[in-house]
Structure formats: structure tokens, C-alpha cells
């Protein structure tokens, strides 16, 4: 099983509803959030940077400039990593952004893995 947090906007460079990284980048540089919760995003963000493997890869093809169209998926034994976003998207709900989990076991083609995660372009039948 697959995990990934969702707000309901649609990304224009996936065409895919909107990852909470890029929601909470968006939040934090906006002028409708509090210092403080400016402050618990930029902190779990930091945690996820220093502890989730970065993806090399976000499309399809190895080319330079391809376009980037794969999610990331949390594996669902990433346990851990599941508890922090739960806590990242309690602040977007604090702040009026409404996260949705969608779970599959179909991500899609996977481009990328590591024990935690995958980035995968989806499949037509993959939740997005």
C-alpha cells in the first residue's frame, strides 16, 4: 500500500491535485499564516529534508528538461514518516487547507524508490 497527502488544487506542472510540500510552501510565503505556524511548517519540512532520501527523479524520461509528472508515495510501512506529515498537514488545516490521503496499490510506473518512498507516474486507474 501507497500513501500520499493531497490538498484539492489542481498543480500546474503535474496537471495532479497539489502535494502538501508545495501547499505549505505556498501557505508559508503567503500573508494569511501566523509567524508561528510559519515557523511548525519550516521545522517539519527541515525533519523531511534531513531524513527522507531526495528523489532523483520526477518523470518519465532521463532527459534534461523532461517534464516532472510523477508523485511521490509514501510506503505504507513508513510509519514514522506518515505521523509527521499527519502533524505538517494538521497546520494546513489550522490555516484552511483541507488535506485528503489517498492510498493505492497501483502508484504507477515507478521512476524512483527507496525504503520509504516511491515517485511514480501514474497509471490511468491511480488515484491522483
Known amino acids: 500500500m501507497f500513501i500520499r497527502f493531497v490538498i484539492g488544487e489542481i498543480d500546474p506542472r503535474s496537471g495532479r491535485r497539489r502535494g502538501v510540500f ?3 510552501n505556498a501557505l508559508a510565503h503567503s500573508t ?3 509567524a508561528h505556524d510559519v515557523q511548525r ?5 527541515d ?9 532523483n527523479r520526477f518523470s518519465l524520461s532521463a532527459k534534461p528538461n523532461r517534464k516532472a509528472q510523477a508523485l511521490s508515495w509514501f510506503r505504507a510501512t513508513a510509519v514514522e514518516y506518515i505521523a509527521r506529515m499527519r502533524d505538517y498537514t494538521q ?3 489550522e490555516n484552511g487547507l483541507e488535506t485528503e490521503v489517498l492510498k493505492t496499490r497501483r502508484p504507477g510506473f515507478i521512476v524512483y524508490q ?4 516511491v515517485v511514480a507516474y501514474p497509471f490511468a486507474d491511480t488515484p491522483t
Open 22 to 24: 508545495h501547499a505549505g
Open 32 to 34: 494569511d499564516i501566523t
Open 41 to 45: 511548517l519550516q521545522d517539519a519540512f
Open 47 to 55: 525533519w523531511f529534508n534531513d531524513h527522507l532520501p531526495h528523489p
Open 91 to 93: 497546520v494546513l488545516g
Open 114 to 117: 527507496d525504503e520509504f518512498q
